[in-house]
């Protein structure tokens, strides 16, 4: 992941309703939920997930898919794995004792 990317994706969790947002997504798996029953779980105005909504799809940490008259939103888990994947690369030097499976690169001795 690029630092640029990264970035987009920290400032992007870095307000409350799209954090909750995105637990919320994370919580119900693929399936994902729709953009009204977000805003109702939330609180949150409509218009205001929205514009939280394409913020967090723009940071590739959800996608978003068509269903008949609903707009669906679903973790990308993919873009939250590269993202805790970039935080992660350089986990205590490489020991896998420690840092288990989040451990991107072998060290070469």
């Known amino acids: 992941m690029e630092i640029k990317t990264a970035i987009d994706a920290f400032s992007a969790l870095s307000q409350q309703s799209r954090l909750a947002v995105l637990k919320l997504l994370v919580k119900a798996g693929p399936a994902g939920e729709a953009a009204g029953k977000i805003a109702e779980a939330l609180g949150v105005p409509a218009p205001t997930m929205s514009f939280h909504l394409k913020e967090l799809e723009r940071a590739g940490l959800i996608l978003s898919r068509k269903t008949g008259r ?28 420690l840092c288990g499976p989040y451990v991107i690169k072998e060290m070469v001795s």
Do not use: H, K, P, W
């Open 70 to 97: 609903s707009v669906i939103y679903a973790a990308d888990y993919g873009g939250i794995r590269d993202l805790v994947d970039f935080l992660l690369a350089d986990c205590c030097q490489g020991d896998r004792r």
